[in-house]
């Protein structure tokens, strides 16, 4: 089995609707983060937690919220999706070692009409 | 002055090539050094990692850091079909804020049988 898992792979969605994408993770790694990638512009940071207690703003976090319900989960949510959050989501992970490298899911594919 | 610069090719090579992926970058606070390779429509996957300068070897594949150049390089030898991806290059600090990676945009390779 995966190591980190995305829910769903792929999603049509609406202009105005909410939704989530979830993440959970077998590696029992404290860290995790959600990145959006899109044609261009590579990989830009949304969010990430340290910790189930500790949840901070990445580069791009406006228009998105996350839940960290347990250490090995992960939300990301959409409040009110607009077309240009349509885009590659991935959620990753890492232990916080010296190299902290951080391990990709594979990634959902949203689409906002 | 974007703080990593990666050619984003695209890149076309005859199977058994030689491959050289590179990257530049500004910030000199970068003490590790990552290739992600990453396959259509997949999440990004570690391939190699280096902390600070020097050269390190796994199998095909080469990773060199020339940090008073600011320049790192993968090379690929006897390159596959399978070899066929795009490669990311990412970097972060160490220290208090080594958790945040920066990529590059990214290079698509295709290696032709």
């Known amino acids: 089995d995966a190591d980190v898992t995305q829910t769903p792979r792929n999603r049509i969605t609406k202009t105005g609707k909410r939704i989530m994408l979830e993440c959970s993770q077998t590696?029992?790694?404290?860290?995790m983060y959600w990145y959006r990638q899109d044609p261009g512009l590579g990989l830009r940071l949304i969010y990430y937690?340290?910790?189930?207690?500790?949840?901070n703003k990445g580069e791009i976090s406006d228009g998105y919220s996350v839940s960290r319900q347990a250490q090995a989960k992960f939300s990301l949510s959409l409040e009110s999706a607009i077309p240009n959050q349509t885009a590659l989501y991935f959620c990753?992970?890492?232990?916080?070692?010296?190299?902290?490298?951080?391990?990709f899911g594979p990634g959902t594919r949203l689409t906002v009409l | 002055q974007k703080e990593v610069e990666q050619d984003p090719g695209p890149l076309s090579v005859p199977e058994g090539a030689i491959v050289s992926l590179n990257c530049t970058y500004s910030n000199s606070a970068f003490q590790y050094f990552m290739w992600y390779r990453q396959y259509s429509r997949k999440g990004p996957e570690l391939l190699m990692y280096?902390?600070?300068?020097g050269n390190k070897e796994d199998g095909r594949f080469t990773a060199q850091v020339d940090k008073s150049s600011k320049y790192i390089s993968l090379f690929i030898r006897d390159s596959q079909p399978s070899d066929s991806a795009t490669y990311l290059c990412a970097m972060k600090n160490s220290g208090g804020s080594n958790y945040k990676l920066t990529f590059g945009k990214g290079t698509l390779l295709t290696v032709n049988p």
């Open positions: 280096t902390y600070s300068s």
């Open positions: 937690s340290f910790d189930v207690k500790d949840i």
């Open positions: 990753a992970t890492s232990d916080r070692t010296g190299s902290d490298t951080q391990y």
């Open positions: 590696k029992g790694h404290d860290r």
